[in-house]
C-alpha cells in the first residue's frame, strides 16, 4: 500500500517587505505566495508551511488607475440600510493598512487555513516595526 507523506515540519522564517512604491495588487500577489509557503519546496496545500511576513511603509503603496475614486469598500450589517461604503481614498486616509490586508485576503484560499495564514502577516504603516527581535530576512518582491 502506498503512503502519501507531508513534511510539516518546515520552519517558518521572518521575512520583512518594505512597500513603498509598489503597486497594491502585484504586492499582494507576492505576500499571498509567502504566506501559503509556495515559495518553498515542500509545499503542502493542507498544511501551513509559509513564512511570517512583515511589511512596512504600507502607506506609500501606488494604486494605479483611478482606483483611488472608483474603488469601493462596503460592509453590511444585516439590518435594512446597513450598508457603509467607503472609497479607496477614503479608507487609505483612515487606516492604510486595512487596504493592503483585504487584498491580500481576498488572494489567500478560501478555506479554514486562511485565517490562519492572516495571522502571520504584520502591516505597519511607517518605516517602524516591533519584529527587531525576530531578525526578519529583507527580500525584494
Not at 47 to 63: E, H, M, P, Q, T
Not at 97 to 112: D, E, I, Q
Request: charge should be positive; glycine fraction near 6%; proline fraction near 5%.
Amino acid at each position: 500500500m502506498k503512503k502519501t507523506k507531508f513534511y510539516n515540519d518546515i520552519e517558518g522564517k521572518w521575512v520583512l517587505i518594505d512597500a513603498k512604491d509598489m503597486v497594491l495588487g502585484r504586492l499582494a500577489t507576492r505576500i499571498a505566495r509567502i504566506l501559503m509557503g509556495k515559495t518553498k519546496p515542500g509545499y503542502t496545500p493542507n498544511f501551513i508551511c509559509g513564512d511570517k511576513v512583515v511589511v512596512i511603509n504600507a502607506k506609500l503603496v501606488k494604486y494605479t488607475g483611478n482606483k483611488l475614486k472608483k474603488k469601493i469598500y462596503d460592509k453590511y450589517s444585516g439590518y435594512p440600510s446597513g450598508r457603509k461604503e467607503i472609497t479607496l481614498e477614503e479608507l487609505n486616509k483612515k487606516n492604510p493598512v486595512l487596504a493592503l490586508r483585504s487584498a491580500v485576503k481576498g488572494m489567500l484560499p478560501r478555506n479554514v487555513l486562511a485565517k490562519q495564514m492572516l495571522r502571520n502577516l504584520k502591516i505597519y504603516p511607517e518605516n517602524t516595526h516591533a519584529h527587531e527581535a525576530q531578525k526578519p530576512e529583507k527580500i525584494e518582491v
